[in-house]
T-cell receptor, first 115, second 113 residues
Framework: DSGVTQTPKHLITATGQRVTLRCSPR?????VYWYQQSLDQGLQFLIQ???????AKGNILERFSAQQFPDLHSELNLSSLELGDSALYFC??????????????FGEGSRLTVL | QKEVEQDPGPLSVPEGAIVSLNCTYS??????FMWYRQYSRKGPELLMY????GNKEDGRFTAQVDKSSKYISLFIRDSQPSDSATYLC?????????????FGKGTLLTVNP
């Protein structure tokens, strides 16, 4: 158990809908990262927050947004969903703002299916 | 050309075999190289990391980096059924206070008892 908690584990919704994925980082970790994993694209970095502030941005679509709250949990909002958004969404956390060792602690993911 | 290329396999070996997993990359700015292991229905977990070129050993696992060839490898000796998982290479460019990992797509390994 990595200590990172993600909810929901599974989510099925329809195109055009909006969903929110939630992540609680490990105790003491200030950084939260969101990744998308699909068979054809692999694991893609979306966005990072550190202590409530956006720190780094990757290939995140404009239809997606995220935030980190004062209690350090984070939410990833996905709107106007398309079939291609079906994927595993991982949250990861680390202690600091992002160091070179790459020691991210991943949750078990939220599997999103868009029908 | 993708920044990181990794053969997706699947790779199936008998228990006790030596396994070699590899990634190539195109971005010469990568300085940190990692291997993550992902069991089915779980998130990735860090297995090993190395900085720049060279070898690093941890028990049955050895990571190698050849920056001149832009090629990294993970060797697993005396492979066990519990090693069955997807192995993802990951690389990092360090600049300022931001970083992100660039992952390979992963190689699915099955070790048969």
């Amino acid at each position: 158990d990595s200590g990172v908690t993600q909810t929901p584990k599974h989510l099925i919704t329809a195109t055009g809908q909006r969903v929110t994925l939630r992540c609680s980082p490990r105790s003491g970790d200030l950084s939260v990262y969101w990744y998308q994993q699909s068979l054809d694209q692999g694991l893609q970095f979306l966005i990072q927050y550190y202590n409530g502030e956006e720190r780094a941005k990757g290939n995140i679509l404009e239809r997606f947004s995220a935030q980190q709250f004062p209690d350090l949990h984070s939410e990833l909002n996905l709107s106007s969903l398309e079939l291609g958004d079906s994927a595993l969404y991982f949250c990861a956390s680390s202690v600091g703002p992002g160091g070179p060792t790459g020691e991210l602690f991943f949750g078990e993911g939220s599997r999103l299916t868009v029908l | 050309q993708k920044e990181v290329e990794q053969d997706p396999g699947p790779l199936s070996v008998p228990e006790g075999a030596i396994v070699s997993l590899n990634c190539t990359y195109s971005n010469s700015a990568f300085q940190y190289f990692m291997w993550y292991r992902q069991y089915s229905r779980k998130g990735p977990e860090l297995l090993m990391y190395t900085y720049s070129s060279g070898n690093k050993e941890d028990g049955r696992f050895t990571a190698q980096v050849d920056k001149s060839s832009k090629y990294i490898s993970l060797f697993i000796r005396d492979s066990q059924p519990s090693d069955s998982a997807t192995y993802l290479c990951a690389m990092s460019v360090v600049g300022g206070s931001n970083y992100k990992l660039t992952f390979g797509k992963g190689t699915l390994l099955t070790v048969n008892p």
